[in-house]
């Protein structure tokens, strides 16, 4: 379903001679065949008859056109999931449907329509793979405890995937990307998966995959590769959605996230700081990147989230420069990483950030999503946003205590809650998100300007 095309002046805090005025927007609501739903046969499944809206979006691949059609591959994350309490002092998330696999769809844009087919679960040699969590003893590990929707906890089998970006291999397969380990996976055009890479162990570390920098180890919990693109020379540049927290002591002051770049044919890796909009968030840690896409072998767009100090959401395109930044892998030094410095030590240590101008406010467009976690890049003039519904569900709290949060209960190892150690009748339940949010948005922006 089309929704009516807008034409509206982005109001931006930075200079924007060359993106100033009126970009066209059009609004798609993604519509999926028929049986193309998440089944659920859970024990909320009488409110959701026709099971789960697929949560596409979480990547967006624009793979060309044909005649006036446009024609996008996009990727889903780990399934539908939902918050739940902590289980002893850990967190702990409710997945919906313990066996999905993450999937690979295509959409199509054409006559005022746009509709997602051909979904491909992701898979090895053992079968379909999942979306739990890694087991603790790994470099990847979030340390959730993966509950059922009856609260019982599961047990992975370390071959979850949470997956948020899409590129192309150049070979008529995909790089994607994932927020455990954090790793960058290879897959032919049906989700085969034929390589993985991720954090290389140090020693008395065991992981799952090799070949990028062990620092990425400290990524926030869920808070890994959120983009991935190929650059036009073949590198992969991937990014890692939030600040580093290393040793649990940099999330909330570092003045960048990271950029990772890695040459599949050489295995060649650098890494480059974004610098994140320091001083808009209550703390640093709350930055988001989206997604990302190339331009060139020098300049990507990236979309920048989050929440600001005064709740409100943000969602911000911007045009980065590689260019001049520095690669941060000779600084990596125990007790003097970057993600501890200030801009002054940044400078003193002749560390240089990426550049950024300010390409689009999506706010001031008129989206209302809270994520946008899809970019792609028709030409230089045209843009593709895609949004995140998280499958359309979410937890509420069923005969809740007065006054109390979810986080003031905890789960017991039979599936029960209580508060201060005292069992209480409050109880969790699921239920699907309400329109807008239920949604699978995809926009087409068109510039006013073609991008230099």
Known sequence: MKIKAISLVTSCVLSLSTFAAQPQVERYIVSFPEGTRVSYNGAFASAFPQGLPVGIGSGLLFTGKEGDALTFETVTDRGPNADSPDVGKKES??????????????IRVQNGKAQATDARPLHDNKGSINGLPLQNDVIGSTNEIALSDTLKVLHGDNRGLDTEGITPDGKGGYWLCDEYGPFLINVDERGTILAIHGPQAAEGEKALAGGLPNILKWRQPNRGFEGITRMPDGRIIAAVQSTLDIDGKSKKQARFTRLVSFDPATGKTAMYGYPIDSGVYSKNSDAKIGDIVAIDNQHILLIEQGSDKNDTMRNLIYKVDL???TDLTAFDKPGDYPEFNDEKALAQRGIKLADKTLVA???QLGWQQEKAEGLALIDRKTLAIANDNDFGVKAVMQNPVKGKKRKDYQVTGQGTLTIDDKP?????????LEKPESDSELWIITLAEPLQ
């Open 424 to 432: 209480v009748a409050t109880t969790i339940g699921l239920k699907p």
């Open 323 to 325: 260019s001049p930044a």
């Open 93 to 106: 998330k409710i997945f919906v449907t313990p066996d999905f696999a993450p999937l690979l769809m295509r």
């Open 361 to 363: 406010d999506l706010r």
